[in-house]
T-cell receptor, first 114, second 114 residues
């Protein structure tokens, strides 16, 4: 079975500062990796995903994540955050060929302050 | 193109009662997955339906059951409600035969069991 660890439950950061949200996974077989964002009182939205190819993936709003197979990590980074980035971020995995059955981490609350 | 919708938004039930939650998938999507998100936790996979058949189940007891209809909408039924069933229930739709591994989540139903 696969599992996801998000060690940081909360990350406070000032606006325009860089941020990294950490995600480590455990699986005996190959996986696909995802980051989802959840704004208050809303459902989850896909931020970015790694399926294959380049290990660095980017979102349209400036986030990026790098798949590191040797360290079994998929950390999320943004060089300069905005107030609007305040939300809960979830890392998730699914087995390759697993058909969208996601295993989520416990989430990291990103709080951007002025 | 409409997104994923869920009803009701909020629900309060008493321990031992039964509840039915509903989900309308995004147009063109033939797969619906249900997740339970307890307070402060990441979503946990309950089960998935593909073309009206159950296509995988997480670690949930049989009192959690579901249906998918010919129009690909879905229901989640929970019998003999327990206090620990209090959570946000999310449904997500996807086109399982696609290679994109993208799921679209609804806003969720907040269930409170007293």
């Amino acid at each position: 079975a696969q599992s996801v660890t998000q060690l940081d439950s909360q990350v406070p950061v000032f606006e325009e500062a860089p941020v990294e949200l950490r995600c480590n996974y455990s699986s005996s077989v190959s996986v696909y990796l995802f980051w989802y964002v959840q704004y208050p009182n809303q459902g989850l939205q896909l931020l970015l995903k790694y399926l294959s190819g380049s290990t660095l993936v980017e979102s349209i709003n400036g986030f990026e994540a790098e798949f590191n197979k040797s360290q079994t990590s998929f950390h999320l980074r943004k060089p300069s955050v905005h107030i609007s980035d305040t939300a809960e971020y979830f890392c998730a995995v699914t087995l390759t060929g697993g058909g969208n059955k996601l295993t989520f981490g416990t989430g990291t609350q990103l709080k951007v302050e002025l | 193109e409409t997104g994923v919708t869920q009803s009701p938004t909020h629900l309060i039930k008493t321990r031992g009662q039964q509840v039915t939650l509903r989900c309308s998938s995004q147009s063109g999507h033939n797969t619906v997955s249900w997740y339970q998100q307890a307070l402060g936790q990441g979503p946990q996979f309950i089960f998935q339906y593909y073309r009206e058949e159950e296509n995988g189940r997480g670690n949930f007891p049989p009192r959690f059951s579901g249906l998918q209809f010919p129009n690909y909408s879905s229901e989640l039924n929970v019998n003999a409600l327990e206090l620990d069933d209090s959570a946000l229930y999310l449904c997500a739709s996807s086109l399982d035969q696609g290679d994109s591994y993208e799921q679209y989540f609804g806003p969720g139903t907040r269930l409170t069991v007293t």
